[in-house]
C-alpha cells in the first residue's frame, strides 16, 4: 500500500521514497511492523480471549496426561494476531499490483478461516472436535485448487504446468490440467502438517518461521532474472514480492513466540496452524520450489508420516508403532521433558532449513 501511495507515483522525486523501491528495505519494514503489531497487541488480545473462552482450549483426554494438568484453561485461537499482524504488514509494504501477493495472502487467510471455525466449534462443544473432517478438507482443497489455478496463470508459460527439480534446471516434470491439483495437494497437505506439528509450546513456531525465512530468500532470488540465471533457477517474474510476505510473516511469528514460549500464554490453534502451512505450501508453489518445501519442511513431512504409519499399522495389526503420534507425542511418553524435545526439533529444523539452502548452489 505505502510502494502504490508513495514509491510508484513519487519516484521521479528521489530521496527517502526512493527506499521504497528496494525489496530488502521493505522486507525488513515489513519484518519489524508485525513483529511491533503482534508485541503491542498481544496482551490484550490473549486477556480478551480469556475473557471469552472462559475454559480455555479443549485437551484430548486421549493425549498426554501431562497437557490435561498443565495445558488446561489456556486460551486458543492465537493465530489470529499472528494472521492480523501479517496481513496488515503485507498490504502495507508489498506491491498490491502483484497476483502473486493476493493468491498467497488469500489462501493463507482462507486456510485461517477454516482453523477459525474448527477452534470455535471445539470451543462451542467443549471437546476436541470441531469441522468435520469431509467438510474441512473440501474448504482446503477448493481454496488450494483455486490458488493453484491463479499462480499457474501468473506464471511463464515455459513452465507453468511443470514441476521443477532442485539440483536441475533443465529437467522438469510437466503436468499439464493436472498440476492445480498437485498445487493442491501441496497447499491443503502442508497446511494439515502444520497442524499436526502444533502440540507443544512454540514447537510448529520457529519451525514456520525458518521456512519462511528460507522462502524469503527463494522467492527474492527467484524474482530477480539476474540471480535466477546466476543460480540457475527458474525465474517466475512478480515472485520478488512474496519476500515481503515471507518477511511479514517471521516478524508476526517472532511476536507470537514472545506469548507462545514455554509455558504458552496462548496457543495458535488450527487459525495459526493452518494458515501458517497454507502460506508456506502457497509460497512454494509460486517461486516452483514445492519439493525444496519438503526438505525445508522436513520436520513437519516427519510428524505427518508419523501419523499415517500409526493410523495404518494399527488399522492392520491393532498394535502401535510409536508409543503416540504425532512424533513428538511419542517422546513424551518416553519421558522427554517438552523443553528439550521443542528445542531439539527446532535444531533439526535449523539444519533442514540450511539444506534447503544449500540447494541453491548445488548446480
Not at 486456510?111 to 470455535?120: H, N, P, Q
Not at 515455459?158 to 503436468?175: D, G, I, Q, S, Y
Not at 512424533?327 to 523443553?339: S, T, Y
Request: some cysteine.
Amino acid at each position: 500500500m505505502l510502494f502504490n501511495l508513495l514509491a510508484a507515483p513519487y519516484s521521479s522525486h528521489g530521496g527517502l521514497l526512493n527506499l521504497l523501491h528496494y525489496m530488502t528495505f521493505r522486507a525488513g519494514c515489513a519484518c519489524l511492523t508485525a513483529l511491533i503489531i503482534s508485541l503491542l497487541l498481544g496482551k490484550p488480545f490473549i486477556a480478551q480471549l480469556k475473557r471469552i473462552q472462559r475454559q480455555g482450549q479443549p485437551i484430548r483426554a486421549l493425549g498426554p496426561e501431562r497437557h490435561i494438568l498443565e495445558k488446561a484453561g489456556t486460551p486458543t485461537m492465537g493465530g489470529g494476531l499472528i494472521l492480523f499482524s501479517l496481513a496488515l504488514s503485507t498490504l502495507l509494504w508489498a506491491d498490491l499490483r502483484d497476483g502473486f501477493v493476493w493468491a498467497v495472502l488469500l489462501t493463507t487467510l482462507g486456510f485461517g478461516a477454516i482453523g477459525f471455525a474448527d477452534d470455535y466449534l471445539k470451543l462451542a462443544k467443549g471437546n476436541s472436535k470441531g469441522v468435520s473432517k469431509k467438510l474441512r478438507l473440501g474448504g482446503e482443497f477448493l481454496i488450494s485448487c483455486l490458488a493453484g489455478i491463479a499462480m499457474e496463470a501468473l506464471t511463464p508459460p515455459e513452465f507453468r504446468n511443470a514441476v521443477a527439480f532442485p539440483f536441475t534446471k533443465t529437467f522438469m516434470l510437466h503436468l499439464g490440467y493436472v498440476f492445480p491439483l498437485f498445487a493442491m495437494v501441496t497447499i491443503t497437505g502442508f497446511g494439515n502438517a502444520v497442524n499436526l506439528t502444533d502440540g507443544l509450546d512454540g514447537l510448529a513456531t520457529v519451525p514456520s518461521i525458518i521456512a519462511a525465512l528460507v522462502f524469503a530468500l527463494i522467492a527474492y532470488l527467484v524474482g530477480n532474472h539476474v540471480f535466477a540465471d546466476y543460480l540457475q533457477l527458474h525465474h517466475v517474474p512478480g515472485t520478488g514480492e512474496l519476500s515481503i510476505f515471507c518477511a511479514a510473516l517471521i516478524g508476526a511469528g517472532l511476536g507470537f513466540l514472545w506469548f507462545n514460549a514455554p509455558p504458552a500464554e496462548v496457543f495458535m490453534g488450527d487459525t495459526g496452524s493452518l494458515a501458517l502451512g497454507g502460506a508456506l505450501g502457497a509460497v512454494s508453489v509460486a517461486v516452483k520450489h514445492e519439493l525444496v518445501l519438503c526438505l525445508v519442511g522436513g520436520l513437519f513431512v516427519v510428524e505427518t508420516i508419523s501419523v499415517i504409519l500409526q493410523v495404518f499399522w494399527f488399522r492392520r495389526t491393532g498394535k502401535r508403532i510409536f508409543l503416540m503420534a504425532p512424533l513428538h507425542h511419542h517422546f513424551e511418553k518416553m519421558g522427554w521433558q517438552e523443553p528439550k524435545i521443542v528445542v531439539r526439533f527446532w535444531i533439526v529444523a535449523i539444519i533442514l532449513g540450511l539444506c534447503g539452502l544449500a540447494t541453491l548452489k548445488i548446480r
